[in-house]
């Protein structure tokens, strides 16, 4: 087995996954690829923030149709075993799977991160096609037509995660982007040997792609097309049976309903459906705290637009909102040291002085502080007491919509 092709290791992680105690089962989605993978030769680009579950998705859709090894121990217990078709894709496929985030040390070039893709995808379709004749000076292109014109079902699943990661090295050029456009569209555009390319990525694809580069993907948005919502983020429901779990695993309970909406919920879908960052409320329930999970993700330059589909922000009823206290907690803290803020940084960094010379009686600081914010232009903050966050009174004496931030 390979590194790429019918590698064991989504097996392994998503066998991994389904076994914690707050595994939420999407493998109903996997019924929705069955019939593009019987059409073969389409393609799907799933776009979501970071922690939305992506990559969680990418090694399920792996595990299930690589014929690495036999995954009955894991889905024949989940929901996609109701499913009539079921048997008949599971395990039956050839599946290259590309996470583009796994970056060696040592690779700081353009040349470097895309000759070690290359290298091991021809690597292992030597070991599994060995009659064929391919060498390491092959293109991964010139080495999967080659296959294909000796053996025409040697046809494959492409599941590629984190496609865009290239586009937020500091390595990579303007041009090398173009070029890393190119070595997509000549691997998967139009190929015989794509039965189906399921590809996953954080901003849409035009925000990188301005031509007909990657023009044959059909691409779902968490704001923007209502099929595949269900299987990204946690719903409701799915968070209330999270919840009862919790009872009955965490002898001293320190989170409530309340709490868990108030940090992790304000998503929605394009159908309405209110979701929660699944990442962070694992987290919360795991370690019986309620606590920002979320890491540094990239830069806060973004402009707003880039920010609701990174998850930063929300996006309804025309009107751009900090969705919970653990991305205003974020929000508050980048205010404080992210000079790309603009003047918002420096209002953030003069409220500061305020208070200091408040304390000391310093008027005149005061008035000079004030008159600065007087004439400074602040569209992007706007502070309101929004009654569409449900719940009581958050722990600690304060409510969930006092803490409402809209933009």
């Given amino acids: 087995m390979g590194i790429y092709l019918n590698s064991e290791a989504a097996y392994r992680l998503y066998k991994n996954e389904a076994e914690k105690p707050y595994f939420v089962d999407k493998t109903l989605l996997l019924e929705e690829l069955f019939p593009l993978v019987k059409e073969g030769t389409n393609y799907v680009c799933i776009t979501r ?25 894991i889905f024949d217990t989940l929901k996609i075993s109701r499913n009539e078709h079921c048997q008949s894709f599971r395990n039956q496929f050839g599946v290259i799977h ?5 970056i060696s040390r040592q690779c700081t070039t353009y ?47 492409f599941v590629l995660d984190e496609w865009d990661f290239l586009f937020h090295q500091p390595f990579a050029t303007e041009e090398e982007k173009k070029a890393y456009l190119m070595f997509l569209r000549s691997l998967l555009k139009d190929r015989p040997y794509v039965l189906l390319a399921y590809m996953t990525g954080i901003l ?17 948005t968490m704001a923007g ?22 009872l009955k695993n965490c002898s001293i309970p320190q989170i409530t309903p309340e709490g868990l909406k108030f940090w992790y919920n304000g998503y929605h879908t394009a159908s309405r459906e209110r979701v929660y960052n699944p990442r962070s409320v694992v987290m919360a ?15 806060y330059d973004e402009i707003l637009s880039a920010m609701v589909v990174y998850g930063f922000l929300s ?20 205010l404080q040291k992210e ?30 502080i004030l008159e600065l914010v007087h004439n400074t232009e602040t569209p992007l903050m706007q502070y309101k007491c929004d009654s569409g966050i449900e719940g009581g009174p958050y722990p600690g004496g304060s409510n969930p919509a006092d803490h409402k931030k809209e933009i």
């Fill in 339 to 368: 000079a790309s803020f603009g003047y918002v940084y420096r209002l953030a960094r003069e409220s500061g002085r305020m208070l200091e010379a408040t304390l000391r009686g310093d008027t005149d600081t005061m008035a000079e």
């Fill in 315 to 334: 996006y309804e009823n025309g009107k751009v909102a900090i969705p919970n206290k653990e991305l205003m907690d974020r929000f508050d803290e980048m």
């Fill in 98 to 102: 590309i996470s583009f985030n796994d």
């Fill in 111 to 157: 040349e470097q991160y895309i000759d070690r893709i290359e290298r091991r995808l021809i690597r292992d379709l030597k070991k599994e096609y060995p009659e064929v004749e391919l060498t390491q000076e092959d293109s991964a292109v010139d080495a999967l037509l080659e296959i294909y014109e000796e053996d025409s079902s040697a046809r494959f699943i």
């Fill in 225 to 246: 097309t209502q099929a595949f919502s269900e299987y990204f983020g946690f719903t409701q429901e799915e968070v209330n049976d999270l919840y009862q779990r919790y």
């Fill in 285 to 299: 329930l795991r370690y019986n705290e309620l606590a920002s999970y979320w890491t540094s993700s990239g830069s």
């Fill in 49 to 73: 923030p970071r922690r939305f579950g992506k990559t969680v998705m990418a090694n399920m859709i792996t595990a299930f149709f690589s014929k690495a090894r036999d995954a009955a121990d």
């Fill in 204 to 220: 849409p694809i035009a925000k990188y792609s301005s031509g007909s580069e990657l023009n044959m993907f059909t691409e779902f």
